[in-house]
Nanobody
Framework: QVQLVESGGGLVQAGGSLRLSCAASGRAFSGYNMGWFRQAPGKEREFVAAISRGGSTIYYSDSTKGRFTISRDNAKNTGYLQMNSLKPEDTAAYFC?????????????????WGQGTQVTVSS
């Protein structure tokens, strides 16, 4: 098993930036694909970005492509989500997930492990 803890959320003005971290403990983080998802009140959890074990495969949602960057440092057992040019519609709780599959998934149901989430609020 792997345990995940997100951090780095907060309140930021539109156009600003935040960097989220996902710290992993337990089983080696390098054995998992990692995904970032977000969930606004009353809405379903939606895909943001995903990265393969070694970082060679990366996917973004259409709404975050060009603004967000996903990365990971397996030596530090940590994943990251750099968010630039933030918009009010990016406001949500952000979750990182870990998955042992070979395929890098973009749907939350395929992820086996989740953190508790970190809140991102973007003011206009």
């Amino acid at each position: 098993q792997v345990q995940l803890v997100e951090s780095g959320g907060g309140l930021v003005q539109a156009g600003g930036s935040l960097r989220l971290s996902c710290a992993a403990s337990g089983r080696a983080f390098s054995g998992y694909n990692m995904g970032w998802f977000r969930q606004a009140p009353g809405k379903e959890r939606e895909f943001v970005a995903a990265i393969s074990r070694g970082g060679s495969t990366i996917y973004y949602s259409d709404s975050t492509k060009g603004r967000f960057t996903i990365s990971r440092d397996n030596a530090k057992n940590t994943g990251y989500l750099q968010m630039n040019s933030l918009k009010p519609e990016d406001t949500a709780a952000y979750f990182c997930g870990a998955d042992v599959s070979i395929i890098v998934y973009t749907t939350p149901d395929e992820y086996d492990y989740w953190g508790q989430g970190t809140q991102v609020t973007v003011s206009s």
